[in-house]
Structures are given as C-alpha cells and as structure tokens.
C-alpha cells in the first residue's frame, strides 16, 4: 500500500518534469515552425490544391475540382516544356563555366603578395550586385548599337554581335551574364578552402617529385572533392531560381529562346492570369527540383565520405 | 649547375608574377562592368549613346536629381530597409534558436527535420508565389511591409538555420553543461552563453540575409506595386520600360543607389562575410 502510494505521488511529479523538459526542448523550433508552415508548407500545400482546382477571379479563391486537367494541359504546352528545357540548357552550361573559373580565379587570388587581400575584398562587389541591376548594366553593355563590348571586339575586327537578339548568342549571354555575377562567389569559397589545404601533403608530393600536372590531379583536387561537391549543390540550389537577370536583360526572348522556367510560371500567373495552370506548372518544376536536388545531396555527401 | 638553379629560380618567380598579374587582370575584368554602370550614371544622354564609348566627360548629378524626386526612389529606398533588416532579424532569431535545436539538442525527427530545412532551400519562389499572392489579397494584406518580410522569411529561416547549425555543432559541449550546473535553463544558457561565443557566425548569417533580402526580386514584384515596393521593382521597371525608350542614365543611377549601400556593407564586413561563405560551404 505503502509502495502503492509512493508511486502515484512522485509519478505525475516526474511527468510533468518530463512535459517542462519537452516543452524547453521544443521551445527553441517553435518561432522557425510556426513561421515556416505559414510561409512555406502552406503555400505549397495551397499551390498544389489550385492546381487541381478552377480557380474564380471574382473571388481569387479555388472554386470546382478539375483533376488532372492544368496538369495534362501543362505537360502538352509547348512553351512551358521549352522554358524546361532552356533552363535545362543554362544550367548545364552555367554551373559547370562558374565552378572552373571559379576555382581557377580562386589560385590566382591566392598567390602571396602585398595586395591579396585588396584584390579579395574587390571580388565581392561583383557578387553582392542585385542580379536585376547586373543584368541592367550587362544590357547597356552589350548593346548592338552604343554598347561597349561590340565597339571594343570591333577594334580586332569582329562584326557587332547582336548579343540579345539572336537566338543563341541571347543563351550565351545568360550564361555569361550570370557567371560575371557568380564566379566571384565560387572563387571566394575556393580560394579559403585551397588555404586551408595541409602544406605537408604538398610538401611530399614535391618531395616525390611530382609536376604540377600530377599534383592538380592526384593531390589538389582528390582533396578539394568535398568543397567542391558542397560549392556546386549551393550554387545549383541559387541557380534554379534564375529569374532577376533573364527579366532585366532578354525578358525571355528573343521569342522563347531565354524564356526560364520561373519567367514563364510568373508570366502566365501575373500576366495571363493563369493562375491555375501556374500552379500545376510549378508544383512540375517543384517537383523536379526537389528530386535533383536530393540526387545531388546525395552524391555530395557520397563524396564526401570518399574523400 | 649553378646557372640551372638560377634559371629555374626566375622561371619559378616568373610565374609567380604572371600569377599575381592575371589576378590583378581578372579582378579588374570583373570590376569593370560596375564601374562603367557608376561612370554612366555621372554622364548626360549625349554622353553615353556615343561611338566609341565616352571616357573623358563632364560628370553631372542631372540623372540623380531628375529622376530621384520623379521614380519616387527614396521611399523605396526606405522600404527596402525596412524589409531587408526586419525579414533579417526575424529570421536570425526564429532561425538560430532551431539551428541550436537540429545542432545540440536531441529532439526525436530532428534528423528527418534538418533534411527538410535543406531541401526547402531548393523550393523555387515562384511555386511560393501565386497562393502568397491570393492570401495576401484575400487578408487586405498585399502591398505592405509585413507580407514582404514574411515571405522573405520563407527563405532566409532555413538559410539561417543551415548555416548556423554547422557553426553551433562545432562548439564545446562543456558550455551548456557548465551553465546548466550554474542553474541556468536551456533557454538562458542558449541565450547568455551560446549566442555571445557564437556571434561572428550569426553577424555572417545576419549580413547575408541582408544582402540576400535586399536583392530579392520575385515576391516584391508579386506582393507589392506601390506603398511597399522595394528597390528592386522600381530597377525592373526602368530596365522593361518600353515606352520611354532606354533609359540608360537612370537605369545606372538608380543601379548605383542599389548597389553602393550593400557594397559599403560588404567592403566593412568582409572578413565575416568571408568566413560566413567558407563555413556555409563546409558545413552542410
């Protein structure tokens, strides 16, 4: 009895420690929780709901249930499956271009002298440039008519370049304009990860004598592995959301031929009113997202337990 | 032997000083377009649509002053400080303390919960965009300042709370522990002794949500049009307007008045911004 009573006393006591413990432990993920269900998981359930939906413009609210339908006529739009594949197309060039000259930048900013920390700290400007107004001052720059990168390739002789109005030269441009704007990032994550490279291992590849050919590939870049993998998920996760520098410079043309994916979505939405088929277009774009991005999660950290 | 010593010591300094030259080069290579950006915005309109390129001119602050009071920039000046430091803020605070929680305490599905922070980061804005847009219509919410700073938090949490993770997990375990010994509860030891020790990496992460803020594009255009509209709009507007032709000097000057604030900051603060890169990096 005695045993009996001593247990229901100090039971509820123990529990509600327990409980207070809980709620510390959770007290520090409620503010972030409760910020983002709002701001993030809710959108995106609520974007998935209008996608299957109609939805009124009266009331800007979903109205009936239409299934699959925005999905089917998404899938079968020609733009949209174009701006896909133009993204596709700039990310494919974009993120490979950033990371060599990234890392290639990042051993000339390295060398050892008096003004490598001046030339550092100017390499952030570029890099904290809106990328509205970098695709803005690239716009001027390489304008067919009073820009000055056509009348400075004009003095070897090369015709003017209509940087923005031909099809594949305006792809070229993206890329290019974006990597002006990203290089300086990769490079800066680069150069302050090759300082912090143990010296000795160098020392013994040196010592072996091994050229440099043999130490960049057998040494410098086996131990770069993981930075390297880390650098290119962080710019793939900024480089999906490409949309700032194709607006101020192409607006998506010449016809569709820089027209990203984000662009698109914002067109049909906020021009087209399409606000729907926007949505089954961008839980698409969603979706593909989140499986490459897992993909490359996946591989940079296969990479860097290997290395 | 001894002349082939030498001439390999000046091969060796030779490349030493092509090295630090292609630098130099490179560095001014990518400097030149913002420079050409602040020279134009100095220049009159006889001055910038010339062939060859106007090096030498008169400078004149005409760009600024006409179009200053016209494009009404100094309130949106304004609003983008308001927005940048206060979806910042917000989120430094709702950000460290769960950056503390996936880093330090043992929380059943924390594990499951970090993946998800990392995987946000990949969320493309525009599938945020269109219900952020009709709630915010629906709620009498659009075009204010609240609206923006939440929607920025949409990315700047889980930025935050990535990036100080990685710093919170390298820290001492001893600290908690002694201060917990001292009689302090999780929350005043996080707040008294965690976050001074670790205030270089939530000034990193709190400079770069700045900048990340101040440049964001998509949501200011969807979520405002008028009183909250940040610096950016009123950049995409002069750079698609159509019916005015090129507005090439006011494109630079406005350009310049985005870009100086943030490159100020940046030059002032670059050893954490630095760090801040190289940790975020590292540390996933």
């Known amino acids: 009895m005695a045993r009996l009573s001593s247990q229901t006393t100090t039971h509820p006591s123990r529990r509600r420690t327990h409980t207070i413990d809980l709620f510390s432990r959770w007290s520090f993920l409620t503010p972030a929780t409760v910020i983002l269900v709002a701001v993030l998981a809710y959108p995106i359930i609520y974007t998935i709901v209008i996608s299957f939906s109609e939805l009124s413009l009266a009331t800007f609210s979903p109205t009936s249930w239409v299934g699959l339908d925005h999905y089917i006529d998404a899938l079968t739009n020609r733009n949209f499956l174009n701006s896909i594949l133009v993204t596709g197309v700039y990310l494919l060039f974009a993120l490979p271009i950033q990371m060599l000259l990234g890392?290639?930048?990042?051993?000339?900013?390295?060398?050892e002298w008096k003004g490598r920390g001046v030339v550092r700290a100017l390499f952030l400007i570029p890099m904290v440039v809106a990328p509205v107004v970098a695709g803005g001052i690239w716009r001027q720059l390489l304008d067919p008519l009073w820009g000055a990168v056509n009348w400075f390739i004009g003095l070897f002789g090369a015709p003017a370049l209509d940087w923005l109005g031909d099809p594949t030269l305006a792809m070229i441009t993206i890329v290019l304009i974006d990597t002006w704007r990203w290089t300086p990032f990769v490079a800066l994550i680069a150069a302050a990860a090759m300082l912090s490279l143990p010296s000795d291992v160098f020392e013994a590849a040196r010592i072996d004598g091994a050229n440099w050919w043999q130490t960049l590939t057998k040494v410098t870049i086996p131990l770069l592995t993981p930075i390297i993998a880390a650098t290119f998920v962080v710019r793939w996760l900024g480089a999906v959301k490409m949309f700032d520098i194709v607006l101020a410079s192409t607006k998506g043309g010449p016809g569709q031929a820089t027209n990203v994916v984000n662009l698109y979505i914002y067109e049909e939405a906020f021009r087209g009113l399409h606000f729907a088929e926007a949505s089954a277009m961008s839980v698409v774009v969603l979706v593909i997202t989140m499986v490459l991005t897992a993909v490359f999660l996946r591989m940079s950290n296969k990479l860097e337990e290997k290395f | 032997m001894s002349i082939a010593v030498r001439s390999h010591r000046t091969q060796k300094r030779t490349a030493h000083l092509v090295r630090i030259w292609a630098g130099v080069i490179v560095c001014l290579l990518f400097l030149f377009p913002v420079l050409w950006m602040?020279?134009?915005s100095f220049k009159l309109p006889k001055d910038i649509f010339?062939?060859?390129?106007t090096i030498f001119f008169t400078p004149t602050i005409e760009t600024y002053t006409s179009y200053l009071q016209y494009a009404d920039v100094p309130q949106r000046m304004l609003n983008t400080v308001i927005v940048a430091f206060g979806a910042s803020i917000v989120s430094i605070v709702a950000g460290a303390m769960a950056g503390y929680a996936l880093a330090r305490i043992r929380i059943r599905g924390a594990a499951t919960l970090g993946?998800?922070?990392?995987?946000?980061?990949?969320?493309?804005?525009?599938?945020?965009?269109?219900p952020m847009f009709l709630v915010a219509r629906n709620l009498g919410l659009a075009d204010?300042?609240?609206v923006l700073i939440l929607a920025y938090c949409s990315f700047l949490i889980p930025y935050v709370m990535w990036l100080l993770r990685g710093f919170f997990v390298a820290l001492p375990k001893e600290l908690e522990e002694a201060a917990q010994l001292d009689g302090c509860s999780r929350m005043g030891a996080f707040f008294r002794i965690i976050v001074p020790i670790s205030l270089p990496g939530i000034v990193s992460a709190l400079i770069f949500s700045v900048i990340l803020a101040w440049e964001e594009l998509l949501f200011a255009l969807v979520l405002t049009n008028n009183f909250a509209t940040t610096i950016p709009v009123a950049v995409a507007g002069i750079a698609g307007d159509t019916v005015n032709g090129a507005n090439w000097g006011a494109l630079a000057a406005v350009g310049t008045l985005t870009v100086i604030p943030v490159v100020i900051f940046a030059l002032l603060v670059q050893k954490w911004l630095i760090r801040g890169m190289a940790e975020g990096a590292t540390k996933g």
Do not use: E, K
């Open chain 1, 103 to 111: 890392f290639g930048t990042a051993f000339l900013m390295n060398a």
């Open chain 2, 38 to 40: 602040v020279m134009t």
């Open chain 2, 50 to 53: 010339t062939v060859p390129p």
């Open chain 2, 115 to 130: 993946v998800l922070i990392l995987a946000s980061r990949g969320v493309p804005p525009i599938a945020l965009a269109v």
């Open chain 2, 144 to 146: 204010t300042h609240i």
